[in-house]
C-alpha cells in the first residue's frame, strides 16, 4: 500500500511538474534590435499566452510538456510560429525573437516608398500612417470591391459621395475639398484631374500590401495637388513563397464581386497579375423610384512583371486596365420600361488603362538610383437624356530619384515631369480642354543632430507652361524624448493648379461650366503645419497602450471657386479674395491584450471659408467624428470585429444644418487551412439620408438631388470565401 501511494504521489508530482512549464523570450524588431512593446506570444491551439513588456520581454506559464508551436505576432509585422519541446534546453531559455516588419524590404535597406527615404518609419521625421497587411486583409472582405470603406474609417479622412445618381466619392483629408489630396499608386500619381471623379470606387484592396498616409502639406515630395495629403496605395510583390487567392463576396443588394491575386518569383524574373469582376444591380432602399445604388459592371486586370539581372538591380513593369459601366436615375428607365413619367438617368461609361516602369538600381556604396515613368489614359462618357459630357485624359508622369544613405546624414535628390492633358469631346463650344505641363526638382536631407533628435529639410522648385514657378520649402523635425514618448513637427508650402474636375463640378456633371481661362486664374497657393506627440507603454506587464495626439493647420490663398454668372445658368471658376482654413486635432488610442485589440479614434476639425471678409463654416464637414473598433483574434483562424462611427452635424452649401448620426458594423471570419469564410453586417442601424428626408425635389421627370451628407446604401449584408492556395 505504501508502494502505490508512493508511487501515485509520484505520477501527480510529474503532471504538476510537466503543467508548469515556462517560456521566456525577448521579441525584438528584425532591423532595429529594438524591443516590440506589446508583442504577442500564444500557444497555438490555446488561449495561453501572454504580451510583451516595455523590454520586448515574454513569459509564458503553463505549458504541457511535448512539443509545441507559439505563435508571434505585432502590429504591422508578419507573424511567426516556432516549434519548442519542452521543458526547454538550457540553450533555449531566454532566446531573443525577431520580427520582420511588414514594409518593404530592399537588399539591407527599408525602403519608405512614400518619402523615398531609407530609413525606418519610426526614424523619419515626416509623420506616416501605416494600414498594414492584416487591416488591409480584413478590409478586402468587408467591401472587396473598392477601398472606400479602408479609407472612411482612419481618422481625419472622410470620403465624400459627390455624386448620388452615379455614386462617385472623393477623399478629403482634414476637411479640405478632394481636390487638394493626391492619391499615389506605388509611388505614381495614376488618379488626378479628370480620372480622379471615379477613382476610389475602382481601386481594389486585395491586391495592395499596405497603405502610407500623410497628412498635411507634401508639395515638397510629389509637386502640385497635395496641400491636404498624401495616401499611396502600395501593391505587392512576388515572394519566395507563392501566393494565390480567390475572393468571392456577394450581398443583399445582388452585387457580386469576384478577384483573384497571383504573385510567384523565380531565379531572375517574378510576376504578380490581379483580375476582377465586380456587378451590381441598381438598388432602391426607400421607394422613391430612384437608385439609391447605381447599376453597373466593372472589370480589372492589372499584370506586374519584375526582372532582377542581379541581387543589386530591379526592374519592374506593369499595366492596368479598367473598364466599368455604371447606370443609376429612375429605376424604370434602369430596367427597360421609361415612358412619358419616368425618364431620367444617368449613364457613367469609363475605360482606364495605364503603364508604370521602375528601375532600381543599389551601388558598392549603398546608394540607390531610381527611374520610375506612367502614362495613364482615362475616358469618361456622362449621359443623360437632354445632356452629355465626353472627355478623355493623357496624363504622363517621369522620375529619376537619387538616394544617398547614411547612419548620420541621408540625401534623397530627383527630377520629375509631369503632363496632363484633357480633351473634351463632341462639343463645338465652351470646351473644357487644358494641357498643363510641370518640371520639378527637388532635394531631402535627413540628418541626425544627435541620437534623439533627427531633422528633415527639403526644397522644391517646379516650372509649369504657364509661366508659373513655385518654391517649396519643407522641414520635419523628430525628437525621441525617451523610448515610450516622441514628438514630431512638420511644416510646409503647396500649391494647386487650377481645374475644373472638382466636388462642386462632379455633382453637376460638369454641365453649363466654362473652361478655366489660365491667364486669369491663378493657382492656389498653401502654407501648413502640423504636429502629434506619441506615447506607447506596456500596462499591468501584459497590456500594450499607445496614444498619438496630432495638431494641424492648413491655409489656401485664393481658393478656387465655382460661381453662377449674373442672368445665365453657366458656371464660372473664379479665384476667391479671401482664403480657405482647416485647423484641430486627432486623437488615437490603442489598446492591446492578448487576442483582443481596441482602437479609438476623434476627430476635431474646425474648416471654414473667407470669401469678401465673410468667413463661413466649410460645408459638408463634420467637426466632430469619432472611431472606434473592438477586435477578438483567436489562433489566427476567428476574427471577430465591431466598429462604430459617429458624424457630427454638418452645414450643406444653402447654410441649412444637418443633424449627426452613427454607422455600426459587425464581422467575422473563421479561417480554415486554404480557404475562409467571412459574413458582414455593415451599418445594421440603417443610417441612411432617406430616412430623414427626401433624396430629391423638383418632379419624377427632371429631379434636383439633394447634397449628400450620409450613406444612401443603408444596410448591407455580405458574405463569401476566400482561398489561399
Request: charged letters at 20%; hydrophobic letters at 35%; a positive charge.
Amino acid at each position: 500500500m505504501k508502494t502505490i501511494i508512493i508511487v501515485a504521489i509520484g505520477l501527480f508530482l510529474s503532471q504538476v511538474t510537466a503543467a508548469q512549464n515556462k517560456f521566456e523570450a525577448l521579441i525584438k524588431d528584425q532591423l532595429t534590435s529594438q524591443p516590440l512593446i506589446g508583442s504577442s506570444g500564444v500557444v497555438k491551439g490555446t488561449t495561453n499566452g501572454n504580451s510583451s513588456d516595455i523590454n520586448g520581454k515574454i513569459l509564458i506559464e503553463n505549458i504541457p510538456g511535448g512539443n509545441h508551436a507559439i505563435i508571434f505576432s505585432f502590429i504591422g509585422y508578419q507573424t511567426q510560429e516556432l516549434v519548442f519541446n519542452f521543458p526547454l534546453a538550457d540553450s533555449l531559455r531566454g532566446q531573443t525573437i525577431y520580427l520582420k516588419s511588414e514594409e518593404h524590404d530592399l537588399g539591407e535597406v527599408t525602403i519608405t516608398s512614400t518619402t523615398r527615404s531609407s530609413r525606418n518609419i519610426a526614424n523619419i521625421p515626416t509623420r506616416i500612417e501605416t494600414i498594414a497587411a492584416g487591416e488591409l486583409e480584413e478590409k478586402s472582405v468587408m467591401q472587396p470591391g473598392n477601398i472606400k470603406m479602408l479609407l472612411t474609417e482612419s481618422t481625419g479622412i472622410q470620403t465624400q459621395q459627390t455624386s448620388q445618381v452615379s455614386g462617385s466619392a472623393s477623399i478629403r483629408i482634414q476637411g479640405l475639398d478632394g481636390k487638394y489630396t493626391q492619391l499615389l499608386q506605388d509611388g505614381f500619381p495614376l488618379y488626378s484631374g479628370f480620372s480622379s471623379g471615379l477613382s476610389i470606387l475602382q481601386i481594389p484592396p486585395l491586391n495592395l500590401k499596405r497603405v502610407e498616409v500623410i497628412k498635411g502639406s507634401t508639395s515638397t515630395l510629389y509637386g502640385g495637388g497635395a496641400i491636404a495629403g498624401l495616401i499611396n496605395l502600395i501593391s505587392k510583390e512576388p515572394q519566395e513563397k507563392t501566393e494565390a487567392s480567390v475572393l468571392v463576396n456577394a450581398n443583399q443588394t445582388s452585387a457580386l464581386d469576384i478577384s483573384t491575386f497571383y504573385a510567384e518569383q523565380y531565379k531572375k524574373t517574378g510576376m504578380t497579375i490581379y483580375a476582377a469582376t465586380n456587378f451590381q444591380k441598381a438598388y432602391n432602399n426607400n421607394g422613391d423610384d430612384f437608385s439609391d445604388i447605381p447599376r453597373f459592371a466593372r472589370y480589372t486586370i492589372n499584370p506586374k512583371f519584375f526582372y532582377y539581372p542581379n541581387q543589386k538591380t530591379t526592374l519592374s513593369v506593369g499595366l492596368n486596365a479598367g473598364i466599368e459601366k455604371r447606370m443609376g436615375g429612375d429605376l424604370s428607365v434602369i430596367n427597360g420600361h421609361s415612358d412619358s413619367k419616368h425618364v431620367f438617368f444617368e449613364k457613367n461609361n469609363s475605360n482606364r488603362y495605364s503603364s508604370q516602369s521602375k528601375f532600381e538600381r543599389i551601388f558598392s556604396n549603398n546608394t540607390i538610383l531610381t527611374v520610375k515613368n506612367s502614362v495613364g489614359y482615362f475616358s469618361r462618357n456622362i449621359s443623360r437624356a437632354d445632356y452629355n459630357f465626353d472627355g478623355q485624359q493623357v496624363a504622363t508622369f517621369s522620375e529619376a530619384n537619387y538616394l544617398v544613405p547614411g547612419d548620420k546624414s541621408e540625401w534623397n535628390m530627383g527630377l520629375n515631369y509631369v503632363t496632363d492633358q484633357f480633351k473634351q469631346l463632341h462639343s463645338t463650344s465652351n470646351k473644357l480642354d487644358y494641357s498643363n505641363t510641370a518640371l520639378g526638382a527637388f532635394a531631402q536631407n535627413s540628418l541626425n543632430l544627435t541620437s534623439k533628435f533627427i531633422v528633415e529639410s527639403g526644397l522644391r522648385i517646379d516650372m509649369t507652361n504657364h509661366r508659373n514657378i513655385f518654391v517649396l520649402p519643407r522641414l520635419s523635425l523628430l525628437y525621441k524624448i525617451n523610448p515610450k514618448l516622441t514628438t514630431r513637427i512638420s511644416s510646409g508650402l503647396g500649391y494647386k493648379m487650377p481645374t475644373v474636375f472638382s466636388e462642386e463640378a462632379e455633382e453637376k456633371a460638369f454641365k453649363n461650366i466654362l473652361p478655366i481661362d489660365f491667364s486669369q486664374i491663378k493657382p492656389e497657393k498653401s502654407y501648413g503645419l502640423n504636429g502629434d506627440i506619441n506615447y506607447k507603454a506596456t500596462l499591468l506587464e501584459n497590456i500594450f497602450f499607445s496614444i498619438n495626439q496630432m495638431f494641424f493647420y492648413t491655409t489656401i490663398e485664393k481658393p478656387l471657386i465655382l460661381n453662377q454668372l449674373p442672368a445665365t445658368d453657366q458656371l464660372i471658376f473664379e479665384n476667391a479674395t479671401g482664403n480657405f482654413q482647416s485647423k484641430g486635432f486627432e486623437t488615437n488610442v490603442k489598446l492591446r491584450y492578448m487576442g483582443f485589440s481596441t482602437y479609438l479614434g476623434y476627430t476635431f476639425i474646425d474648416a471654414s471659408r473667407k470669401v469678401n471678409n465673410t468667413r463661413t463654416i466649410n460645408p459638408l464637414t463634420a467637426k466632430h467624428r469619432i472611431n472606434a473598433n473592438l477586435m477578438y483574434e483567436w489562433d489566427e483562424k476567428l476574427r471577430i470585429a465591431y466598429e462604430a462611427f459617429f458624424v457630427g452635424k454638418q452645414r450643406l452649401n444653402s447654410g441649412e444644418k444637418t443633424r449627426d448620426y452613427w454607422v455600426m458594423g459587425l464581422s467575422g471570419e473563421y479561417k480554415f487551412k486554404h480557404f475562409s469564410l467571412f459574413l458582414n453586417f455593415e451599418n445594421f442601424l440603417d443610417s441612411r439620408q432617406s430616412r430623414w428626408g427626401p433624396m430629391y425635389s423638383g418632379t419624377i421627370q427632371n429631379p434636383i438631388f439633394h447634397e449628400v451628407y450620409t450613406p444612401t446604401d443603408g444596410f448591407i449584408f455580405n458574405g463569401g470565401f476566400k482561398l489561399n492556395l
